[in-house]
């Protein structure tokens, strides 16, 4: 098997205020952040599956996430939807996401909102 770089381009998740909710003394995910997943996981099922990627669970690998979040004011944290997008990776292509030993989080201006993720083995 050789392992390739898997890039994927996905809707952009939500942020952080609007993937979480707090109720009863705890912190729950929020409906929208559910259906982002949702729909990512099959996104991302469909652009795995059509490249035949598989992935070697015994190299460390790097995350690369590219937030475009377009032309406007960029209001979106860098940081709020990483933690969403790598649990949903992970869950759908079934790895631990302990395997990521470098991650690298970039935003960027681009007439559409999007999430461009690459996994590359190190």
């Not at 098997?1 to 609007?18: E, F, I, Y």
């Not at 032309?71 to 997008?85: E, F, H, S, W, Y």
Request: hydrophobic share 40%.
């Amino acid at each position: 098997m050789t392992c390739k770089v898997l890039t994927l381009r996905l809707d952009l998740p939500p942020g952080k205020n609007q993937s979480h909710g707090y109720g009863r003394g705890r912190v729950y995910t929020s409906k929208i952040a559910r259906e982002w997943a949702e729909a990512a996981a099959l996104e991302i099922g469909t652009q795995a599956g059509r490249r035949s990627w598989s992935l070697d669970r015994l190299l460390d690998w790097e995350i690369q996430m590219t937030w475009s979040v377009g032309k406007r004011r960029m209001t979106l944290d860098i940081d709020a939807p990483v933690t969403l997008a790598m649990d949903t990776i992970s869950r759908k292509l079934n790895f631990d996401d302990e395997i990521f030993t470098r991650l690298v989080s970039e935003r960027v201006r681009h007439d559409e909102r999007w999430l461009e993720v690459s996994l590359i083995p190190r």
